[in-house]
């Protein structure tokens, strides 16, 4: 299996580390989901259709955002675009998980986790009721402990309170807690809960994973393992220098 093969010991970094994952573009490809729900709801209003880019460009920080920036990129107003949001909510609530995949290599890297009990939880600006749905529609809410999402009154990311939620509700214990995402909000909101992040490639951010101040990159999610590695040596290292 790949994880022997790369030289990763599965069972050492599932009692080191505690892992958060962003949901969207992240876990799962939703993009599809978004812009048909959107598109349903700018061709009455003869607002521009979206495309796959599009969504992507404007769901970087979180789906509630979405019809907020794409309503005013036409020249709408901020009001106009917030007052569309139920609406949207409404469509997607019709038929939430249509058109939603796995991103590639989720299941292969769930399937590691699961067989050494990699503790895991998600944190995302998806609506919490909606992302609980989805991840019970693609069978794969049973590998985390914690689902935090968009609720009244809770801030959304970067703000660092879901995350530190998140991280409290799942009990790491003495494992370092890692936010895992695919897109500048996960990485300024492990920045201000004082975690480490881990981008991966081919997500919902116009920007290069590279150049968003990550502590680690990957090209895909079956290659965590390889990031969790290279941490777990420079922790190791930061320790015997201190």
């Known amino acids: 299996m790949q994880h022997h093969e790369s030289g990763n010991d599965w069972v050492s970094l599932a009692d ?42 404007h769901v970087a920080d ?49 399937a590691w986790a699961s067989a050494v009990s990699l503790p895991m939880a998600i944190c995302t600006n998806k609506i ?7 991840l019970c529609h693609l069978a794969i809410d049973h590998h985390f402990r914690v689902i ?13 309170d879901p995350l530190d939620l998140a991280i409290r509700k799942m009990a790491v214990g003495h494992r370092q807690p890692v936010m895992v995402g695919d897109a500048l909000a996960d990485c300024r909101v492990a920045d201000a809960a004082g975690v480490p992040s881990i981008l991966i490639e081919g997500g919902y951010t116009v920007d ?26 420079h922790t190791d290292r930061m320790l015997l220098e201190s």
């Open 148 to 160: 935090i999402g968009a609720v009244p009154g809770r801030p959304l990311k970067p703000h660092p």
């Open 208 to 233: 290069h994973v590279s150049s968003l101040g990550a502590t680690e990159t990957v090209a895909r999610i079956d290659l965590l393992g390889d990031a969790l590695t290279r941490l777990s040596k």
């Open 62 to 110: 979180g789906q509630p955002l979405l019809i907020q920036r794409a309503v005013a990129e036409w020249g709408g107003s901020i009001e106009l675009g917030e007052s569309m949001n139920a609406e949207f909510r409404a469509l997607l609530a019709d038929d939430p998980v249509a058109h939603m995949t796995l991103m590639p290599g989720t299941e292969t890297f769930l």
């Open 128 to 134: 919490e009721t909606l992302a609980i749905d989805t």
């Open 16 to 57: 080191r580390f505690a892992l958060v994952f962003d949901l969207d573009g992240t876990l799962v490809d939703s993009a599809e989901n978004l812009r048909h729900a959107a598109n349903r709801l700018f061709e009455p209003r003869g607002i521009p259709a979206l495309s796959r880019a599009d969504v992507i460009r």
